[in-house]
């Protein structure tokens, strides 16, 4: 079994920082990604950020205030987000797609999602 565990989230002013943090743990054999997602109240889970053979993505709303980092030997994968927003407020989930088995299929794991408030 595969699981991820996330930390760092909570409630912060606007304009604040906060960093979550993801470590995959289990019978894994290759993870080709690792990213971070978010869903509203009453919204689509959306793309925050991902990381996959050094390159990185981000969604539109947070390039240039959030940075994804991720360490390979760890299995981790990290967030910062500064010059956070209001509208930043979401459960903020974090994925991993890897193998679990040589030649195995390319599989999505999810954490159980960590609340991040931003309000004053």
């Known amino acids: 079994q595969v699981q991820l565990l996330e930390s760092g989230g909570g409630l912060v002013q606007p304009g604040g920082s906060l960093r979550l943090s993801c470590a995959a743990s289990g019978s894994i054999f290759s993870i080709n990604a690792m990213g971070w997602y978010r869903q509203a109240p009453g919204k689509q889970r959306e793309l925050v950020a991902v990381t996959s053979g050094g390159s990185t993505n981000y969604g539109d709303s947070v390039k240039g205030r959030f940075t994804i980092s991720r360490d390979n030997a760890k299995n981790t994968v990290a967030l910062q987000m500064n010059s956070l927003k209001p509208e930043d407020t979401a459960v903020y989930y974090c994925?991993?797609?890897?193998?679990?088995?040589?030649?195995?299929?390319?599989?999505?794991?999810w954490g159980q999602g960590t609340q991040v408030t931003v309000s004053s």
């Open positions: 994925n991993a797609r890897l193998r679990i088995g040589v030649g195995g299929p390319l599989s999505d794991y």
